[in-house]
């Protein structure tokens, strides 16, 4: 089945500064990447996706890439801010009628103003 | 709009009790897919309800089982409660099946103590 590795585990910024986070993955067949922040006591919230027929999205500080042919997707952030501070989920949806999420084990990001 | 609604929002229990938890999706949303969270696996698929029938089932023993109502409401029940289910259990909605054109989104959870 699926499985997802992410890293780095824990990682710790300059506020200002940019943040990447890289995750693969082992089934070709998956399609579907979403990215998920989660705060203290709350739980995830969907931040961006990005599907297998795309290599790159952007929402404002927040961008996504994907090279399917490596198997691997990023989660980039610019201009991190203290707010920014949480631990963020790299997930994967195996396709066809399997439409669960695979999760990675979560890189907690700590902003320092 | 409301998000995913999960209720109780804390729940404390001992060895061999059963326990339901509750979930009310997204207003129009159809799907409700039920996850368990804990600090040494993370987030793990339970199962997917869409149309109030279970679609997909992750690897979870027969403890653990859901239903969902015809407002799209969900419950997740477990029986013969073990302390390593103490957990933290979300609840994911999306419009149709979930999958690659159907986002999932998560209410707050439901942490489950077992004494």
């Known amino acids: 089945g699926e499985n997802v590795e992410q890293h780095p585990s824990t990682l710790s910024v300059q506020e200002g500064d940019s943040a990447v986070i890289k995750c693969t993955y082992s089934?070709?067949?998956?399609?579907?990447f979403p990215w998920y922040k989660q705060e203290l006591g709350k739980g995830p919230q969907l931040i961006i996706d990005?599907?297998?027929?795309?290599g790159e999205k952007k929402d404002q500080r927040i961008a996504v890439t994907l090279n399917k042919t490596a198997k691997h997707f990023s989660l980039h952030i610019t201009e991190t801010q203290p707010e920014d501070s949480a631990v963020y989920f790299c997930?994967?949806?195996?396709?066809?009628?399997?439409?669960?999420?695979?999760f990675g084990k979560g890189t907690k990001l700590s902003v320092k103003p | 709009k409301a998000g995913v609604t999960q209720t109780p929002r804390y729940l404390i229990k001992t060895r061999g009790q059963q326990v339901t938890l509750s979930c009310s999706p997204i207003?129009?949303?159809?799907?409700v897919s039920w996850y368990q969270q804990t600090p040494g696996q993370g987030l793990q698929f339970l199962f997917e309800?869409?149309?109030?029938?279970?679609?997909n089932k992750g690897n979870f023993p027969g403890r653990f089982s859901g239903r969902q109502f015809s407002n799209s409401r969900s419950e997740m029940n477990v029986s013969t409660l073990e302390l390593g289910d103490s957990a933290l259990y979300l609840c994911?909605?999306?419009?149709?099946?979930?999958?690659?054109?159907?986002?999932?989104?998560f209410g707050d959870g439901t942490r489950l103590s077992i004494l």
């Open positions: 994911a909605s999306s419009p149709g099946r979930a999958g690659s054109d159907q986002p999932q989104h």
């Open positions: 089934d070709s067949a998956s399609n579907y």
């Open positions: 990005i599907r297998s027929n795309v």
């Open positions: 997930a994967a949806s195996p396709g066809g009628s399997q439409g669960n999420l695979i």
């Open positions: 207003s129009g949303h159809r799907s």
């Open positions: 309800y869409f149309s109030e029938t279970q679609r």
